[in-house]
């Protein structure tokens, strides 16, 4: 018989599912690596005593940074529950992937100066393409003689 996991949309888990094994991933499918990953977690919570919970987060990744990507899913929620529990798991933890995930996930990979600055547009350098790239175009195109010929 499969038995029901309990599912969460936080990280404000009951005591029983604390110190436990966490696989955190899409899990989106089933392949040959997750099936791994699966049953060496199977070989710890037999060992040690221990239950098994899976972190995913909507939306997948692939999709918070591809906003072009509407469903890019093998399996829906219902359908991973249904996989999960089958594979013996205690509990899911479904969380919202956002920036503030991203900082956590990026705290020790970027500087904190640039991590925690304050949202700014981009300005392009025009100065200095004009100066030196784009010099060229800019006396060719933007030249008295040219304004005139345009003008009149």
């Known amino acids: ?8 949309k936080n990280f404000k888990i009951s005591s029983t599912h604390k110190k436990s094994i966490l696989l955190v991933g899409n899990f989106d499918g089933l392949h040959l690596g997750h099936q791994k990953l699966f049953n060496l977690a199977k070989k710890y919570k ?7 919970g899976v972190i995913t987060f909507e939306p997948m ?6 906003k072009n ?3 890019f899913r093998i399996s829906n929620i219902h359908q991973k529950i249904k996989i999960l529990e089958k594979l013996d798991i205690d509990f899911l933890i479904t969380k919202k992937f956002n920036k503030h995930i991203l900082k ?3 705290k020790d990979e970027i500087p904190k100066n640039i991590l925690n600055r304050k949202k700014r547009g981009f300005t392009p350098p025009l100065i ?10 800019e006396s060719h195109y933007l030249s008295e003689k040219k304004i005139k010929e345009k003008v009149m």
């Open 1 to 8: 018989m499969v038995k029901k996991l309990k599912f969460y």
């Open 46 to 52: 037999k060992k040690f005593k221990l239950k098994i």
């Open 61 to 66: 990744p692939k999709m918070y940074f591809n």
């Open 69 to 71: 990507l509407k469903n």
């Open 104 to 106: 956590i996930a990026m």
């Open 128 to 137: 200095n393409w004009l100066n030196n790239s784009l010099s060229d175009l």
